[in-house]
């Protein structure tokens, strides 16, 4: 599959999901194993008034989506995913107006679960918002013959 083809798969997936949608979810770029989304800031997103900040439970819909495109983009994937489970540690708020991009790898497969690795960057590449390690099913090409 080239990266055209592969990139328009990504935002096939990233439409079907009624919760990326309503979060405004984007595909910036996809890769074997790896997948980055982003998604902008939206007043309705914020969790913290006071602040401006945006919610923890948006910055884990957006790395759990993330990760599981960059599993579904995994050579050897042969279906479908689903979160296992999924670590988030969140190590700072999100700038108030900055978007947030994730970006997920898929570190490892065996034959029913891959293990991806991500973290949610706003503006500041160095200083993560949040990381996350995470467990999804996975069925590979060869199982499937």
Do not use: W
Not at 62 to 77: I, K, N, Q
Request: hydrophobic share 45%.
């Amino acid at each position: 599959m080239d990266e055209t083809q592969a990139l328009e798969i990504a935002r096939q997936f990233i439409s079907s999901l009624p919760h990326a949608r309503a979060l405004g979810m984007s595909v910036v770029r996809i890769g074997p194993g790896r997948a980055t989304f982003s998604m902008p800031y939206d007043e309705r997103l914020i969790g913290d008034p006071e602040t401006g900040v945006m919610s923890g439970g948006a910055v884990s819909a957006l790395l759990d989506t993330t990760c599981g495109a960059a599993v579904m983009s995994h050579p050897e994937m042969a279906g479908l995913t689903a979160t296992l489970d999924l670590r988030i540690d969140y190590m700072r708020p999100a700038v108030p107006g900055q978007a947030l991009r994730a970006e997920a790898e898929c570190t490892h497969v065996t034959r029913s679960v891959a293990f991806v690795r991500a973290r949610a960057l706003d503006d500041d590449d160095d200083n993560p918002v949040a990381t996350a390690a995470g467990a999804f099913t996975f069925t590979k090409r060869e199982d499937m013959a």
